[in-house]
């Protein structure tokens, strides 16, 4: 072998030598590359383990709704490995997207109000204070087009976007974003984003997958969040309901009274939970009785709440005077100034005598009484003239609500009761009426009180055939025996 061939066969092993090093050390570089980004996967999926279990356990743990709002924006700031984020959610009554998070880094995702940039002129600090309180139209801008249309966008440069307006400030400029709509099932809830500095980060294809699987987390948490944070107040809603509800029922008398010469009975059924009628029997001065049947216009807890404004000025008032109309006058100036104009309160209180030979009775624009005769078995309308409570607070009032006196004997029965029982509908929107009410009066009354009372609210049922009435029951029923 010459040595011309061995130098060539040196040079080639060396060749060989430098381009299996090159080789090597590219496919060396090639490993550590694919292994940071295994890294960078295994450190997104991390986050976004982390990002899910935290949001899981908000929501079943009942946390304040600005924790949830906080962990949903700081979440995806770290997932994203953004600078800032901003959640802004609807408001259902004024139709605006409300700021619910913004982080001290976020760029401001609004069109600034002019007196806001003066502001930051003298005070930088007022920029993120105003973006934390700002609300804008559902409709408005950049984040109302992306909630208006429901698509996810990744913004190369918020500076530029024509939707922030023409004249962005320093912290607009050179800002990327990813800002996506928060929405479940056909409810839209709000927008989510998140921004950085392109000089800092720079959104990819992937970070913008992985924004939206955390928008549909988060809309997911949200609604879950909101519909158990609703359950839980509905629930505590309905024990406060119940709470009040048997207060309602204690204030009621717990027993029928005993009156010389008459069997009195009395019964309220609720509609709902709470009622707005209600009855009570009285203390006279000098010995007398009294029985009042109210019924307050509207329903639910205001309604209630007016009923034992009543029970309240009735059992006051009623030791005063033992004549039913100056008593009812004397309730009515105390509470019209203090109800709503739209509401009224229909009353009858009737005062027996202590001797039992003289009923006098005064009806602030209630049902009339009803008034059975023994002798006769016929009904007689005791119905003198009166306004409701709370629709004049004095003069017409007392000018126009008088007393009428009557006389009854023996086995004679007086019916006291409010609208729900003659005004009560069935399925085909016919009314229970008046001359129905009138028959069962007569029907039972040889029966006494209390067969009057539960004969009447058995038909009622059966005349409803199982649907629940519209409005409250309230019966009040007096029968004299000597």
């Known amino acids: 072998m010459t040595t011309a061939l061995l130098v060539l066969i040196v040079l080639l092993l060396s060749a060989g030598l430098v381009m299996l090093g090159r080789f090597a050390h ?20 991390r986050r976004m383990f982390h990002y899910l279990h935290d949001l899981g356990e908000a929501i079943w743990r009942d946390d304040q709704q600005a924790s949830m709002y906080r962990l949903i924006v700081e979440g995806a700031i770290r997932v994203t490995q953004s600078s800032g984020g901003a959640l802004y959610l609807i408001d259902e009554a004024s139709q605006q997207l409300v700021p619910r998070h913004y982080s001290d880094f976020c760029a401001p995702l609004i069109t600034l109000p002019e007196r806001v940039r003066q502001q930051m002129k003298e005070n930088p600090a007022t920029l993120l204070s105003t973006l934390r309180m700002h609300a804008i ?3 408005q801008g950049l984040l109302g087009s992306i909630f208006t249309q429901q698509k996810t966008e990744m913004a190369a440069d918020i500076g530029k976007d024509a939707r922030l307006g023409q004249n962005p400030v320093t912290s607009q400029q050179n800002v990327t974003a990813m800002i996506g709509p928060l929405s479940f099932g056909t409810r839209k809830l709000g927008v989510l984003a998140v921004t950085s500095s392109k000089d800092s980060r720079k959104y990819n294809a992937n970070d913008f997958e992985v924004f939206n699987s955390l928008i549909e987390q988060s809309a997911f948490a949200l609604a879950n969040a909101m519909s158990h944070q609703e359950a839980a107040k509905n629930r505590m809603d309905q024990q ?21 010469g008459f069997i009195i009975a009395g019964r309220n059924l609720p509609a709902r939970t709470l009622s707005g009628d209600y009855f009570d029997f009285l203390k006279v001065p000098g010995g007398e009785f009294g029985a009042v049947i109210a019924d307050v216009s509207g329903k639910g807890i205001g309604a209630a709440m007016i009923t ?75 119905h003198p003239p009166g306004l ?50 009138q028959e069962k009066l007569a029907k039972y009354a040889t029966q006494g009180p209390k067969a009057v009372i539960g004969g009447i609210i058995a038909d009622l049922e059966h005349f409803l055939k199982g649907r629940r009435s519209h409005d409250d029951i309230t019966l009040i029923a007096m029968q004299k025996t000597a």
């Open 26 to 45: 590219r496919q060396k570089r090639a490993i550590a590359t694919l292994r940071a980004e295994e890294e960078a996967i295994v450190a997104e999926e």
């Open 308 to 382: 034992v404004m009543c029970r309240t000025l009735m059992r006051s008032k009623a030791a005063s005077s033992s004549s039913p109309s100056a008593v009812l006058a004397a309730v009515n100036r105390l509470i019209a100034p203090d109800i709503r104009e739209d509401m009224f309160i229909t009353m009858s209180y009737v005062v027996v005598d202590k001797n039992g030979s003289k009923v006098t009775m005064a009806r602030a624009g209630h049902n009339a009484a009803l008034l059975w005769r023994k002798a006769t078995g016929k009904v007689e309308l005791i």
């Open 137 to 139: 139209t559902h409709d």
């Open 240 to 260: 406060e309901l119940q709470n009040a509800s048997q207060i309602q029922q204690v204030l009621l008398p717990d027993r029928d009274p005993e009156v010389p």
């Open 388 to 437: 409701g409570v709370g629709i004049d607070k004095g003069d017409v009032f007392e000018r126009v609500t008088k007393d009428e006196s009557f006389e009854m004997e023996p086995g004679d029965c007086l019916l006291l009761y409010t609208d729900g029982v003659n005004e009560a509908m069935d399925a085909k929107g016919m009314e229970f009426g008046d001359e129905r009410v």
